[in-house]
């Protein structure tokens, strides 16, 4: 089936779930613009998540030596299966197969269902690999402003795509947008104590800002006793409730006070 067909087919019979965010992108520059900013090689592995009917699978296989391709409704097999031999596809649900199976790929690039963005990204926290992904301008200014997310990755809108590149065309703005993972030596505190407390989510925060003062003594080339950070903390006059909390519980506003409130205290 050519590729103009394999466009629209799936709209015009009535068989896209908008329950899945079924947008297809079909717009052959935005698509070109995507694979050309990845600078996709023989040398690549790509992950794709949603690949629908294909239409960025192809240009990414024409590049890569592989393209591994996830994609929940099975409804697009019969594109799928049409794909060149260097592409693996993986029905199923993208944010259960990546915590379950051990995937190797050296980029990630796709027009991912916007209602999973943010969990998705949080399983790329522990991996180094680019990001180009099309999704809402909202959730990249949501993620800017994340003290978790930000403190993790860089978040670079690369271009505005119209709603008319979509079939059918999305209600909210989209964009092409570069996440990279940040250095952890970068020298912002701010985003180096976002880290260390998330990094220990299983702890209760006393026992995390703890850890996290030690450590950030240190990164400064100087030397602090637990006896020590447990004095800090008691300066920064954090309430016993908070300090006895799950980090997995803390909000993000209570990440923010936190930051703030150890910079004062430790002059950083």
């Known amino acids: 089936m050519n590729r103009a067909i394999r466009k629209t087919v799936f709209v015009f019979s009535g068989l896209l779930n908008m329950n899945l965010g079924q947008h297809l992108l079909i717009d052959e520059k935005i698509l070109d613009f995507i694979v050309d900013t990845a600078e996709v090689t023989k040398k690549d592995v790509v992950l794709e998540i949603g690949a629908g009917p294909g239409n960025l699978t192809e240009k990414l296989a024409e590049k890569a030596r592989k393209v591994i391709a996830i994609e929940l409704d099975e409804k697009f097999n019969t594109f799928l299966d049409q794909m060149p031999k260097n592409v693996e596809i993986i029905y199923g649900d993208a944010l259960k197969i990546l915590k379950q199976k051990k995937i190797q790929y050296t980029q990630v690039v796709a027009n991912i269902p916007y209602q999973i963005a943010e969990p998705l990204l949080e399983l790329f926290i522990f991996t ?20 978790i997310y930000s403190s993790f990755f860089t978040f670079d809108i690369l271009k505005s795509v119209q709603k008319e590149a979509f079939d059918p065309p999305p209600r909210i703005q989209s964009v092409v947008v570069k996440i990279t ?27 995390g800002l703890r850890d996290l003062l030690i450590d950030l003594y ?4 100087k030397k602090l006793s637990k006896k020590q950070a447990v004095e800090i903390i008691g300066k920064i006059k954090l309430s016993s ?3 006895e ?4 519980r803390l909000k993000m506003e209570e990440y923010t006070m936190i930051t703030s409130k150890i910079k004062r205290q430790i002059n950083i």
């Open 128 to 147: 180094d690999v680019d990001i180009i992904w099309t999704v809402s301008q909202d959730f990249v200014e949501k993620m800017q402003q994340n003290p």
């Open 181 to 207: 993972k940040r250095r952890a030596d970068d020298g912002d505190s701010n985003a180096f104590v976002c880290r260390k407390l998330y990094l220990q989510e299983d702890k209760k925060l006393k026992n």
């Open 218 to 221: 240190r990164e400064g080339k």
């Open 241 to 243: 409730g908070l300090l």
């Open 245 to 248: 909390k799950p980090i997995a």
